[in-house]
């Protein structure tokens, strides 16, 4: 009976150290999974679209180059006017002539 008692000791020793390993290895998969949980809604926010479908927090160049084939009748000085949510930017104005070139570049 006494080497029954020992063994049972043991197993329930052995099971108790296995339980308590098994419970800290839980823990520790939830925090990676919690800490993943948050990386990921980050990144969601950071790669959030705005209505005109670019990421918010990014960066948008426009480079504004030439005119060509604009009929001199409709404007006296001619300009380009760049709209992006709340960004408004526009080019130097110019009188009109054919052929017209800005090379200017906005960030948005």
């Not at 290895?25 to 790669?47: F, G, M, P, S, V």
């Not at 990014?58 to 949510?85: H, N, P």
Request: proline letters at 1%.
């Amino acid at each position: 009976m006494d080497e029954f008692i020992k063994v049972y000791i043991e197993a329930q020793d052995f099971l108790s150290q296995n339980l308590f390993q098994t419970q800290q290895h839980l823990q520790e998969y939830e925090a990676q999974r919690l800490d993943a949980i948050e990386k990921l809604n980050e990144l969601r926010q950071e790669e959030a679209l705005n209505q005109y479908g670019i990421m918010i927090g990014s960066i948008l160049t426009v480079q504004v180059l030439e005119l060509k084939q604009l009929e001199r009748a409709q404007f006296k000085d001619v300009y380009v006017q760049v709209t992006c949510g709340d960004n408004v930017f526009q080019t130097e104005a110019f009188p009109y002539s054919n052929g017209m070139e800005w090379n200017e570049q906005f960030n948005m």
